[in-house]
């Protein structure tokens, strides 16, 4: 019995010991347990909450860029109007052919010309639209700005009128050329307008100007007797010429003031050539079915199909000043053309 | 305890086994609710956001619809020149002989007209008085659902010096 008894009682000690060792592992067990569905839990919550962001801000950014696209084509039919605009405080990346906020990027279609900053941030838009005639009616630009880009006109030349027909709503000024020294920084970015400036390599800025990121600072020099537009960007207290590009009209000149760099101006200066060829076409078609309805009228001498046809070659060709001068002579034959229908009560070809 | 206390070992290790065993059941139940209660929380909000996805995409559809209706009637390559004033473009005017030539010029530039237009027809019909019927563009999705607009238009013939009253038709297509 004694020894039945001895056995029992070390029995007794040995399942006592396994129990407190399986009541170890029990506890440790379960703590490790909720550690792991602990993280689980928290990684899947981690997740789905990131994945929400993420979501979020793609639908904000469509959204954003829908509301864009709505608020272009609707700008761009109303023109020589200048409209404010709230909106989220996003950057919003404009190039020729896209548009894009975050990482969502939009097409900006063939027909919208858009002559905008790089990069748009703040609560406010500007929008304003400007039409396009040569001497019909080609397009309507779309110019983007906001009130942080202030627009510096140096008072030569054309500046006056140039400078008078921009809306008030524009942060705007017009200086003397021997007043550039002692522009000082206002913390917008600055685009200096010159015209017909022999060198604005030679110009000097003021030592707070100097000071400013060169990003923020660029000019263009419109040379106006040859369709012809330098483009500068900021090297210190100089600028240094980045390339040239051509202009035909009062709106290429403002979008040229407009745009970001010089590779978007000249990518819409090419879709405006493009439609000005489109265009041209129509109002050749049309000049074709009126010389058949007047055939040997007195109108008929007028109707010059060949000034549409030159300007279809040349608008769909190289864009260069040279080929922009050729187009506003045709023009202006043009338009004594049409002045001669409109003497002898023809009607006219455009 | 107590029973454990007068029984011999292999039993009451058996019994905590068991214990134990409920206790780990009753974990994974109540782990189980928890995810069957997110599963169907996600689908909820899945069904929600779907719903409402498809709710903006009509809503774009609507848009983009307005947006053609909007470009066509503003197109330079429709709209007369006021006879006084040749730089002065009419309002909802759209020029007869302009409407013909761009039938062509259409077919020619189809790629540029598509990125414009998209899927969809467009028709100028002459209402007042009574004449033609111009498709300008037409190019279906194959798809039975369209946004249908229609724009009051004067069509104006140059030669003739005449207005006539008209209807722009642009049925956007999904």
């Given at each position: 019995?004694?020894?039945?008894f ?62 864009m696209?709505t ?43 858009v ?19 040569t ?18 006109f ?15 709503k524009i ?16 913390g ?13 390599e ?31 960007e900021?090297?210190?207290a100089?600028?240094k ?61 007028y109707?010059?199909l ?13 864009i260069?000043?040279?080929?922009i ?13 049409n ?8 009607p006219?070809?455009? | ?7 011999p070992?292999?039993p ?30 996600l ?8 719903d409402s ?24 390559e ?21 409407i ?7 077919e020619?530039n189809?790629?540029?007209y ?61």
């Amino acid at each position: 019995m004694l020894n039945i008894f001895g056995l029992s009682i070390l029995l007794k000690k040995q399942d006592y010991k396994m129990k407190s060792k399986k009541g170890v592992i029990s506890i440790q067990f379960n703590w490790i347990f909720i550690l792991i569905i602990g993280v689980l839990i928290l990684l899947f919550f981690g997740s789905f909450v990131v994945k929400l962001k993420n979501n979020s801000d793609i639908t904000i950014a469509n959204t954003i860029i829908t509301n864009m696209q709505t608020i272009m084509t609707g700008a761009e039919v109303s023109t020589k109007t200048i409209t404010s605009i709230k909106i989220p405080d996003r950057e919003i990346r404009f190039s020729c052919d896209f548009i894009s906020v975050g990482d969502v990027e939009d097409e900006i279609t063939k027909n919208k010309i858009v002559f905008s900053p790089e990069s748009i941030k703040g609560r406010t838009l500007l929008t304003w639209a400007l039409d396009w005639n040569t001497p019909y009616h080609v397009s309507n630009f779309l110019c983007l700005t906001t009130p942080s880009y202030k627009y510096i006109f140096i008072n030569s030349g054309d500046a006056q009128e140039l400078y008078n027909s921009l809306p008030s709503k524009i942060t705007k000024d017009i200086v003397n050329p021997e007043g550039i020294p002692n522009i000082k920084d206002t913390g917008n970015y600055l685009k200096f307008v010159f015209f017909n400036n022999p060198k604005p390599e030679d110009v000097t800025l003021s030592s707070s100007i100097k000071s400013v990121s060169d990003k923020e600072v660029s000019a263009i020099n419109v040379i106006s007797g040859t369709n012809k537009i330098e483009f500068y960007e900021k090297e210190g207290a100089k600028f240094k010429l980045s390339g040239t590009a051509g202009y035909l009209g009062d709106p290429m000149i403002l979008g040229a003031m407009f745009s970001g760099n010089l590779v978007d101006y000249k990518c819409n200066i090419e879709k405006a050539f493009n439609k000005l060829s489109i265009v041209s076409r129509i109002y050749g078609k049309r000049t074709e079915y009126l010389q058949d309805l007047y055939a040997g009228g007195v109108c008929m001498p007028y109707y010059d199909l060949s000034i549409f046809s030159d300007i279809i070659t040349k608008s769909k060709g190289e864009i260069n000043t040279g080929s922009i001068q050729s187009i506003e002579s045709d023009i202006n034959n043009l338009k004594l053309k049409n002045e001669n229908l409109q003497s002898y009560s023809c009607p006219t070809m455009y | 305890m107590r029973i454990c206390s007068h029984t011999p070992a292999q039993p009451c290790i058996k019994m905590k086994t068991k214990k134990a065993q409920i206790k780990m059941f009753e974990t994974i139940a109540v782990l189980l609710i928890f995810f069957i209660l997110i599963a169907f929380g996600l689908i909820f909000y899945s069904k929600v956001q779907r719903d409402s996805i498809q709710d903006t995409g009509k809503e774009y559809f609507e848009l983009k619809a307005i947006q053609t209706a909007q470009l066509v009637s503003f197109l330079p390559e429709l709209q007369c020149t006021s006879p006084t004033s040749v730089n002065i473009v009419g309002d909802a005017c759209f020029d007869a002989f302009k409407i013909i030539a761009l039938k062509d010029i259409i077919e020619d530039n189809y790629g540029y007209y598509f990125d414009l237009f998209g899927f969809s027809k467009i028709t100028v019909e002459q209402i007042y008085p009574l004449g033609k019927k111009w498709v300008i563009y037409n190019k279906s999705s194959g798809k039975s659902s369209k946004s249908s607009l229609q724009i009051p238009v004067l069509i104006y013939n140059a030669s003739s010096r005449e207005n006539y009253f008209g209807v722009l038709n642009v049925d956007v297509y999904e």
